[in-house]
């Protein structure tokens, strides 16, 4: 049977992607025990799957929309699929991210690794799929049934190795808060459809709610789409299961699942209620900030890689929060040039993060396939054994910490042109919180390069601080060619930012009516220019150029002058030679500073040596203060409601009769209302 492949279109591409990927998934299962053929072919053909739904979505995001009605699902119940520009672009992130994690999980995957490699596959692309469909969801029923398919197979891909205790915990506190989520987009859903009966996206958009109603499921949303993204004060699983998840796992939760919480908030508040009030934007932006903040901050004392790299991520989804924030009241107050500057910020920055975030998340599994470690505290000097791993993770870490000509930068430097131009805004409450927010970002973005030196700086340079990191080896080809693809995604989204834009603008101008191309504010393709030339500018290239100059010019001149000559010593001995390892920078002496500016944020168990002791021991332990406030709290409520329900059990035939009784008059009584 051949296809007539001219006539397909996107939308049809799309499917086929997913049908392969849940072909894949089925081939796993006939392989279940079959290492070989599931790492070595499965995994590159998944990869070459995500390279075309990345050509897709690219094509798609200048398209017009595209709808279809699957004849599956319950009676009178099909599934409504469309394919937009919004849901394009983020189609586009997951196949770009998900093309470097599947052939990087080609090398990486190792035998007798919990579950068998056959059952691994089938949930992996059963992830995928349920994430392309969730992005292309056009009713409430295919968008849930979807979603709650990601959260199930994320978790059993989370809880791979399920024998050890702390991985089952951390899987549990997962799919606690995915399902309090879903709850409450599901009833953001009902509060949409306003009591008409009709559960298709296209209904919601046609329905007037009123402000209380529309607040109402914005709330809901914030909540729901937010307890997925990792937002505060319901962050508390991200640094729980990044660490217990495979590194492909966790850069593919990090690195695109995250973005479909963002991907949810935007199709909900931009696009079915598309009527936003001012004060939803300054709970955001007020939202943003204190999680970007909270991120960065516990980033900074974290002494384990993967959870350094999950608060770093929950900072990163607090600017992505600020940007919605800001296009939220930029819309409300009818300012659509300068929503859309803060809109292309956000999608801009989801794009980078997706990739940076999966480089390094990928990077982390290959030091600690390599070393066993994956405590900072007995890392370090592995520039030497793993350049390959050490380089790659470099580009990564200076697109992470916003540093120029990188990607991270870019989209960095967009947030805040978007803050700085508030101040047009007709509100004098809101023009005198500018300073606080602008100053707030500013102070996150210097955290984040904070954090992200410590984390270079103690894993890769200065001395091994245990015999056994000299035996490190580095990664093999599948994994080096995952790393250097997401590598390559960080530069050109560094240095080409207005063809970048380009590809963003029209899911601007879908959402808000207008984006940067068409006003003319971006700029040309040297010079990015989004709110004016003479106001602020920026070219990579040239900035590229000039580094890259001084760089050659240096070494030229320290050939000239000193005639190559070198002098080796070992790494971080400050000029004194008889420095060990364990006198060098630790994880926990580089976070000190930090720890002792933000002690508010911590709750701090300090262990203190006296005088007397034989073994003095200096110990201490940073935890999330909000477990204590918020969340043990809930736990005992909930045990006390549990213990007082427990009552209602007592054994005797006639007291549940007496139940049913006054449940039938409850219910007799309020159906009469």
Known sequence: MTFPTSTLLSLDWVLLVVASWL???????????????????????????SVVLTAIGLTAVVQNPQIAVLPIGLPDLPFHLRLDPLAAFFIMLLGAASAGISIFAAGYFRRAEGAPPGLLCLQYHVFLASMVLVLMADDAYVFMVMWETMALSSFFLVTTNHRIPEIRRAGFLYILVAHIGAIAILLCFG?????????????????????????????????????????????????????????????????????????????????????????WGVVAL?????????????????TDMKRLLAY??????????????????????????????????????????????????????????????????????????????????????????????????????????????????????????????????????????YVMVKFFGIIFLGQPRE??????????????????????????????????????????????????????????????????????????????????????????????????????????????PLQTARMQDSAEGFGQPIRQIFEPFFRLTRQLPTALDRNPLYKVTVEDPLWQWVYQRIAKITEEISRLIGKLQQGRISIYLLYSFITLIALLFFTQL
Request: aromatic content about 10%; glycine content about 8%.
């Open 312 to 449: 770093s991520s929950i900072e990163n989804i607090g600017l992505l929060i600020i940007a919605l924030g800001l296009t939220l009241i930029f819309t409300a107050y009818k300012m659509p040039a300068l929503a859309a500057l803060a809109l292309i910020a956000l999608l801009y920055h989801a794009l980078n993060h997706a990739v940076f975030k999966s480089l390094l998340f990928l990077g982390t599994g290959s030091v600690l396939h390599s070393t066993g470690e994956r405590s900072l505290g007995k890392l370090g000097g592995l520039m030497r054994f793993m350049p390959w791993v050490g380089w790659i993770m470099l580009i990564g870490i200076i697109a992470s910490a916003g540093l120029p000509p990188l990607n991270g930068f870019v989209s960095e430097w967009l947030l805040l042109q978007s803050l700085l131009t508030t101040t047009a805004i007709p509100n004098a409450y809101l023009s005198m919180l500018v300073p606080i927010f602008s100053a707030g970002v500013v102070l996150v973005a210097a955290l984040a390069g």
């Open 191 to 279: 509060v949409l459809q306003a009591n008409t009966g009709d559960y298709t996206f296209a209904n919601m958009r046609a329905q007037s709610l009123s402000p209380f109603w529309a607040s109402a499921a914005f709330l809901l949303c914030l909540f729901g789409f937010g307890a997925k993204a990792g937002i505060l004060p319901l962050h508390i699983w991200l640094p729980e299961a990044h660490p217990a998840a495979p590194s492909p796992i966790s850069a593919l939760m990090s690195g695109v699942m995250l973005k479909t919480a963002i991907y949810g908030l935007l199709r909900v508040s931009l696009d079915l209620i598309a009527t936003p009030l001012w004060w």
């Open 286 to 302: 007020s939202l943003g900030l204190l999680t970007a903040m909270f991120g960065a901050v516990f980033a900074a004392v974290q």
């Open 23 to 49: 072909s894949l998934g089925v081939a796993g299962l006939v392989f279940l025990r079959n290492f070989r053929i599931v790492a070595r072919v499965l995994f590159p053909l998944s990869s070459l799957c």
């Open 467 to 576: 015999e056994k990191l000299t035996n490190a080896h580095d990664a093999g080809k599948l994994e080096r060619l995952g790393l250097l693809w997401l590598a390559t995604g960080c530069v050109l989204l560094g240095v080409f930012p207005v063809a970048v834009i380009e590809v963003i603008d029209p899911v601007a101008v879908q959402l808000l009516g207008q984006g940067l191309a068409q006003s003319g504010r971006i700029g040309n393709w040297l010079l990015l220019a989004p709110v004016s030339p003479e106001r602020a500018s920026y070219s990579p290239l040239i900035f590229l150029l000039v580094t890259a100059t001084v760089v050659l010019l240096t070494i030229a001149l320290v050939h000239r002058l000193y005639h190559s000559r070198i002098r080796r010593a070992n790494a971080w001995d400050c000029g004194y």
